[in-house]
């Protein structure tokens, strides 16, 4: 059990916590958007709850997201993780200026500061310091993960594809996040989950730039569907399915309120 709570909690890292940032476009800006999401492990263990935020003004947009284990989950692995991704937006690209994470796991806390310069540089400041430092090379140009799957979210609203690459470093691993069109599937009633309908499936690999013992523990690919539901057809992610080396792991959207939306999908 212990071995199926760490891998979820690193499929987070990797994919799930940011990827349920959800996107506004510039005849929403202003808006605020806010989301409650439930991942379920094996077995159908339902293991964390995710909230995010999402404020974006002219030019500008923010990212808030928090979560925590939940159920038998919580009692193996007692986790809280609050992370805040601020940037500029330069046309349909957002830009990161600042990111902050922490994170208290079983009474032990870690905290990650990135700050980003306009010529790619990146300075991050790590407590506990990683074991194996990143070399400067690779983590220049990089983005934070809240920010690059935002980058993904505002994509597939504005011209419907997921075909995108974006290198990423969230202060302790460095890794590209590889994004492919999977097509438009039809979604039905899933354990509990009431969309029913089309919706853009965007298929996701993480590939490690750097010699990392997480690769044997994070969710290495899996896919995410979108679907309009807020004001203006603008998409959102409803669903994920991450592969693990123990099995599926699954993310849902229980619970939307933004533009034009207010939405309970689960209790």
């Known amino acids: ?17 940011s990827a349920m940032c959800f996107t506004t476009s510039p005849t929403l800006a202003a808006d605020r958007i806010s989301t409650r ?4 492990g094996p077995l159908g263990i339902h293991v964390l709850t995710l909230r995010t935020v999402v404020d974006e003004s ?6 808030t997201i928090d979560y925590e284990t939940v159920g038998l989950a919580e009692l193996v692995a007692d986790q809280r993780s609050h992370a805040q991704a601020t940037g500029r937006i330069d046309g349909v690209l957002a830009i990161p200026e600042l990111f902050r ?10 905290r990650d500061r990135l700050q980003y310069g306009r010529n790619g540089e990146v300075t991050a400041d790590s407590t506990p310091s ?15 993960n809240l ?11 504005a011209k419907k594809t997921c075909a995108l ?41 993480r590939q490690l730039r750097e010699a990392d013992s997480s690769e044997v523990e994070g ?26 080396q123990i099995g599926t792991v699954r993310g849902f959207l229980a619970e939307l309120h933004g533009p034009g939306s207010d939405l309970l999908l689960l209790k």
């Not at 002219?58 to 990212?63: D, F, K, S, T």
């Not at 990683?130 to 934070?144: K, M, Q």
């Not at 899996?222 to 399915?241: E, K, N, Q, S």
């Open 101 to 110: 994470a922490e994170t208290r796991r079983n009474g032990t806390e870690f």
């Open 147 to 157: 920010t690059a799957h935002f980058r993904l979210d505002r994509q597939v609203s």
């Open 37 to 40: 999401v439930e991942v379920f």
């Open 130 to 144: 990683p074991e194996t430092p990143i070399a400067e090379a690779l983590v220049r140009g990089t983005v934070d």
């Open 1 to 17: 059990m212990m071995q199926a709570i760490d891998i979820v909690r690193q499929s987070l890292s990797a994919a799930l916590l």
């Open 165 to 205: 690459m974006v290198a990423v470093f969230d202060g302790r691993h460095r890794y590209d996040l590889l994004f492919a069109d999977a097509g438009v599937e039809t979604l039905t009633n899933d354990s509990g989950q009431e969309f029913d309908g089309p919706a853009i499936a965007c298929r996701m690999r």
């Open 219 to 244: 969710a290495r690919q899996g896919t995410i569907w979108y679907a309009p539901l807020l004001a203006g057809g603008i998409a959102v992610p409803i669903r994920m399915t991450l592969e693990t």
């Open 58 to 63: 002219p030019g500008r947009y923010a990212l």
